[in-house]
T-cell receptor, first 111, second 112 residues
Framework: GESVGLHLPTLSVQEGDNSIINCAYS??????FIWYKQESGKGPQFIID?????DKRQGQRVTVLLNKTVKHLSLQIAATQPGDSAVYFC??????????FGQGTELSVKP | DAGITQSPRHKVTETGTPVTLRCHQT?????MYWYRQDPGHGLRLIHY???????DKGEVSDGYSVSRSKTEDFLLTLESATSSQTSVYFC???????????FGQGTRLTVV
């Protein structure tokens, strides 16, 4: 069946460094991917998305890269700040509107 | 914030009792979702709806049923609650395919 997984459950970075969070997916028919950020005690919040006809998309301090050949996507956060500390999820919105999440990576930013 | 409300926000119930969680939206969005979140498992899809009276199973649907009789409400029912259903439940809404989903604040359910 379909699944979305992450390579690392935790990531610790120094404030000001760049962070890279990785995600793998299994459904080759998936055509839309989203990254969410979840702070403690809150629901997930949208960060950035990418469609399968793109390889890269940039937002404010965030970039998502999509490699369809190896079914892998990554979230890059530039100049990581303490406020970026949270759990990050990739999600696969495959055909039919079924939205499947990965397990999440907990990002910890050290001052 | 997206107009999405979950109720109740917290509930403690006994094993074997029925429980219904409600998700209410004011955005007229087509898609609605129920997830559960447990440590080490991320967000797992229970059921979702793609329209009034149109629902489908997710990854962990056993022991749960849903109903959507009108656009704004999506109900999740545990027919006979078990301790393994102790979790935080999130509702999400989405307007169309390939658009972002918005989440509610979550319902913490404890089955004792």
């Amino acid at each position: 069946g379909e699944s979305v997984g992450l390579h690392l459950p935790t990531l610790s970075v120094q404030e000001g460094d760049n962070s890279i969070i990785n995600c793998a997916y299994s459904n080759s028919a998936s055509d839309y991917f989203i990254w969410y950020k979840q702070e403690s005690g809150k629901g997930p919040q949208f960060i950035i998305d990418i469609r399968s006809n793109m390889d890269k998309r940039q937002g404010q301090r965030v970039t998502v890269l999509l490699n369809k050949t190896v079914k892998h996507l990554s979230l890059q956060i530039a100049a990581t700040q303490p406020g970026d500390s949270a759990v990050y999820f990739c999600a696969d919105d495959n055909q039919g509107g079924k939205l499947i999440f990965g397990q999440g990576t907990e990002l910890s930013v050290k001052p | 914030d997206a107009g999405i409300t979950q109720s109740p926000r917290h509930k403690v119930t006994e094993t074997g009792t029925p429980v219904t969680l409600r998700c209410h939206q004011t955005e007229n969005h087509r898609y609605m979702y129920w997830y559960r979140q447990d440590p080490g498992h991320g967000l797992r899809l229970i059921h979702y709806s793609y329209g009034v009276k149109d629902t489908d199973k997710g990854e962990v649907s056993d022991g749960y049923s849903v109903s959507r009789s009108k656009t704004e409400d999506f109900l999740l029912t545990l027919e006979s609650a078990t301790s393994s259903q102790t979790s935080v439940y999130f509702c999400a809404i989405k307007g169309n395919m390939n658009t972002e989903a918005f989440f509610g604040q979550g319902t913490r359910l404890t089955v004792v």
